[in-house]
């Protein structure tokens, strides 16, 4: 072949649609080696404990280990960030959620990481939250607290898992709703928030409801409701917020693999098949209700419809709440 003859337009051509062909064929012997999954929460996080099942059944499925490596702190962006600049070959996936995948681009100027770049995967599940109180606080009700807090103004905090996330912006969403003053503490996560709460270092805390039941069960923290527009399945005796005055609350926390940039199509198709596959178990569907959580699955179009109306319904809360981090 002559060099004319490979410069030509026609060679370039055929030469780039095979070089995208091959990179979207999954390695023949994928995975030849551990899969990771990073968590932006710490150890014990309801994300933390679901990635940890997905794990396992992926595990099972692939035969090859798949780690869950915690990187918490800065609203998720440690984590996200460790999983975007990771090669896209399929070894290191992400459990995204509100904040990775959406509410940090309206909160951050100079994000680390691009979410626009991952490659969906599928939707694992969705969980309510729960809004929790310092029993030693005088105040029983949801409507008793937002008297309370009216009374008071700026004598409440609210902890959160972090700064953009579900949690913070459900806090938000109600001191908008109700009218009230109250004061946000971020936290790494659960394991840091709880702790806080029970020791009345903090009054309200948004946490989901797989860590916050077992609390509420022995009487350490009080549940005013339930952050859906329905009840939770597994305390339905627990109110929404909704049904309690502030119609069109609903917020939750929801949970997404995502895979480095430029993972091959094929590797995120297999994926995608293996964790519908997952979701679909009786074993594990049990467990996930057995936690509060909800399984969703899907297509990957699905994962990418769904943050679609995901963006411009955060960006207006964002926007009424003036929330700014830098």
Do not use: C
Not at 65 to 86: F, Y
Not at 162 to 167: I, M, P, R
Not at 286 to 308: H, N, P, Q, W
């Amino acid at each position: 072949m002559t060099l004319r003859l490979l410069r030509s337009p026609l060679v370039t051509a055929l030469f780039s649609t095979l070089a995208f062909a091959a990179s979207a064929q999954a390695p023949a012997a994928w995975p030849t080696k551990p899969i990771r999954i990073v968590v932006p929460f710490q150890a014990g996080s309801a994300t933390d404990l679901l990635s940890r099942q997905i794990g396992t059944g992926l595990s099972n499925a692939l035969g090859q280990p798949v780690l869950v490596e915690n990187k918490p702190g800065a609203a998720a962006m440690i984590g996200s960030t460790t999983a975007a600049r990771a090669p896209g070959d399929g070894y290191t996936l992400l459990m995204s959620g509100p904040a990775s995948m959406v509410t940090n681009r309206f909160l951050y100027k100079n994000l680390s990481y691009d979410p626009d770049a991952f490659e969906k995967v599928v939707v694992v599940a969705i969980t309510p939250n729960v809004l929790l109180a310092d029993p030693a606080l005088p105040f029983k009700t949801l409507a008793e607290m937002v008297a309370y807090a009216k009374a008071n103004p700026g004598k409440l905090t609210y902890a959160s898992f972090g700064a953009g996330t579900t949690s913070h912006m459900a806090g938000e969403f109600l001191r908008q709703a109700a009218g009230i003053d109250l004061v946000h503490v971020p936290y790494k996560g659960a394991a840091e928030a709880i702790p806080a709460l029970m020791a009345g270092q903090v009054s309200l805390y948004f946490d989901t409801i797989m860590t916050a039941l077992p609390q509420v069960k022995a009487g350490k923290l009080r549940a005013l409701g339930v952050s859906t527009t329905s009840r939770a399945a597994m305390a339905p005796d627990i109110p929404t917020i909704a049904e309690q005055g502030y119609p069109g609350f609903d917020i939750a926390p929801w949970y997404g693999i995502v895979a480095s940039n430029g993972t091959p199509a094929a590797v995120v198709s297999k994926l995608n098949t293996e964790i519908n596959k997952l979701l679909t178990t009786p074993e594990f569907r049990e467990r996930l209700v057995a936690t509060g959580a909800e399984a969703r699955g899907g297509s990957v179009a699905d994962f990418e419809a769904f943050i679609k109306t995901e963006i411009p319904r955060t960006e207006k809360l964002v926007r009424q709440s003036g929330i700014a981090m830098q």
